[in-house]
C-alpha cells in the first residue's frame, strides 16, 4: 500500500478516470509550478473500481476550468489546515483555449503559425471560433 | 472601428438600415460620388474573383476612393509563408478598410483581430460570405417587397456553399421564415448551421433531394454551384456536379412571382433558357452587390450620408 501524507493546505483532484492524471497534469502545466505534486495512479475506489489522484500542495493559482472538460466526474476539494473548506463542481468551460486542436482541413489554424486554438460552448458542444467546426475526438 | 466578419456582425436593424441605404444609392448614385474621396480600399483577395472583387472595386470607386490589393495568393507575400496577420498588420498601414478573401474559413476572422482598420469578409473557404448575403437580401427585398414570411429553397452544394450558410444566417431572424434544404446527401448544410442556427431557433426547414418535389411552395429559390474547388476528391465532384440543375420546364411548376437567384458564377445549374424568364432575378443580384457594397463601406468607415 503506497502511503501520500495528506495535505495541510492545497488541493485535491480527486475521482480521475484511470489513466487520465497525466494529461491532466500536462494541461494544468504542474511541470511548471515550484510547488510539490504527488500523482497518484490506479487507486482504489469503491465507485469506479480504480482512479487517478492528484494533490498539489501549497497555496497555487491554477485555472480548473479545463477539468470540467476532461472529466465532469472529476472533484476538486481545496484543503486548508488540513480540512476540506470547499468542494468544487465542475461544470464546461464556456471556451476552451489551446486545449484541444480544430481537425477541418480548411481551417485557419490548419497553416496560420502562432495562432490559438479556440472553442466555444454552444449548445453542449465545443465549436472552433474560426470556422464553427464541433470538435470530433 | 467595426468589422464585417459574419452576417451577425450586423443586427436585423442594422441590416436594414443598410439595406436602405442601399436602395438610396441605387436611386441617386451621383448623390454618393465624393463621399470616400481620399478614402482607399484594399481587396486582398487569396482566391479568385471576378465579381466579388471587382464589385468591391467598383463600389470604392464610385464612393469617390481608390484602391489597392492583390487578386491572387501568389501575387502576395503569403507565397513566401507570411501569416494572415502579419500581412494585415501591414495593410493597415497602407489602406482605411480592406476586403478579404481567402481559402481558409476563419481567415478573415483572424485578420480582424490584428488589424487597425476594418476588415470585411469577402467569402472564406466553404463558410461565410456576408456581402453576398446583403446582396441576396436586397433582391430578395426588392423582388418580395419583404424579408419575412417567406418559404426560402436553397439547391445545390449546401454543405460547402459560403452563400447558402450566410444567407440562412441572417434570413433566421426574419419572423416566419421556412427553409427547404435541396441537396444530395452527401452536401446537406453542415451541422453549424442545422443545429445551431435552425433547431435552436425553432426555424421550420426540412432537408429534401428532389426539386421538383418542392418547387410549388417557394418563394425563393436560391441556386448554388457545386464547387470543384472545396473538393479534395475529384472522384466526388465529378459524382455530385450535375446534382441540380434548373430548367424551364423545372420553372412550370413554381409560383408566377417566385424570384430565383444564384450567387455566380454558374456552370450548368441553370439552364440559358431561365436567363429570359422574368423570375430569373440572379443578374439584378450583380447589380444590387454594387449598392449593398457602397452602402457597407459607407457604414463601416462612418462617412456622411448624402
Do not use: W
Amino acid at each position: 500500500m503506497l502511503n501520500i501524507d495528506s495535505l495541510n493546505q492545497g488541493i485535491v483532484i480527486d475521482h480521475i478516470k484511470a489513466g487520465s492524471s497525466m494529461k491532466i497534469y500536462d494541461l494544468l502545466n504542474l511541470a511548471q509550478m515550484d510547488c510539490c505534486v504527488a500523482v497518484i495512479k490506479n487507486a482504489k475506489s469503491s465507485k469506479y473500481g480504480k482512479k487517478d489522484i492528484i494533490k498539489i500542495e501549497g497555496v497555487i493559482d491554477i485555472d480548473l476550468d479545463i477539468l470540467g472538460f476532461i472529466d465532469p466526474n472529476i472533484t476538486v476539494n481545496l484543503i486548508d489546515d488540513g480540512k476540506i473548506i470547499k468542494k468544487t463542481k465542475l461544470v464546461l468551460p464556456h471556451v476552451l483555449k489551446n486545449v484541444i486542436k480544430c481537425k477541418n482541413p480548411r481551417c485557419i489554424t490548419s497553416i496560420e503559425e502562432e495562432i490559438d486554438q479556440v472553442f466555444q460552448l454552444c449548445d453542449g458542444r465545443y465549436r472552433c471560433t474560426y470556422c464553427e467546426q464541433e470538435y470530433q475526438e | 472601428m467595426r468589422s464585417l466578419i459574419d452576417p451577425l456582425d450586423l443586427s436585423v436593424m442594422e441590416t436594414n438600415q443598410l439595406l436602405d441605404l442601399a436602395d438610396r444609392i441605387a436611386e441617386n448614385p451621383g448623390n454618393y460620388s465624393g463621399v470616400c474621396k481620399g478614402k482607399k480600399l484594399a481587396t486582398l483577395f487569396y482566391e479568385p474573383s471576378t465579381r466579388t472583387r471587382l464589385s468591391f472595386e467598383a463600389a470604392m470607386l464610385n464612393l469617390g476612393g481608390s484602391v489597392l490589393g492583390f487578386s491572387s495568393a501568389n501575387s502576395s507575400s503569403a507565397s513566401k509563408g507570411e501569416s494572415v496577420a502579419d500581412t494585415i498588420r501591414a495593410v493597415s498601414c497602407y489602406a482605411d478598410i480592406c476586403a478579404i478573401r481567402h481559402p481558409k474559413e476563419g481567415a478573415p476572422l483572424r485578420a480582424s483581430k490584428y488589424s487597425k482598420i476594418p476588415v470585411i469578409n469577402a467569402g472564406d473557404g466553404g463558410h461565410q460570405h456576408p456581402t453576398q448575403t446583403l446582396t441576396d437580401l436586397m433582391t430578395i427585398r426588392n423582388k418580395k417587397h419583404r424579408l419575412d414570411h417567406l418559404t426560402i429553397g436553397l439547391c445545390g452544394d449546401l454543405k460547402f456553399g459560403r452563400t447558402v450558410h450566410s444567407l440562412i444566417k441572417s434570413l433566421a431572424r426574419y419572423e416566419d421564415i421556412r427553409f427547404v434544404l435541396i441537396s444530395p446527401e452527401e452536401l446537406r448544410a453542415p451541422d453549424y448551421i442545422t443545429e445551431h442556427v435552425l433547431k435552436e431557433r425553432n426555424i421550420p426547414f426540412e432537408e429534401v433531394e428532389s426539386i421538383d418535389d418542392v418547387i410549388s411552395k417557394l418563394d425563393i429559390l436560391y441556386m448554388t454551384r457545386v464547387q470543384k474547388e472545396r473538393f479534395f476528391n475529384e472522384e466526388d465532384y465529378i459524382r455530385l456536379k450535375d446534382s441540380y440543375i434548373l430548367t424551364l420546364d423545372k420553372m412550370r411548376g413554381a409560383k408566377p412571382d417566385m424570384a430565383v437567384l444564384h450567387p455566380l458564377p454558374r456552370v450548368n445549374e441553370i439552364a440559358l433558357e431561365v436567363d429570359d424568364d422574368p423570375r430569373a432575378a440572379y443578374f439584378d443580384q450583380v447589380q444590387n452587390g454594387v449598392y449593398v457594397r457602397m452602402a457597407l463601406i459607407m457604414t463601416l468607415l462612418e462617412v456622411e450620408h448624402a
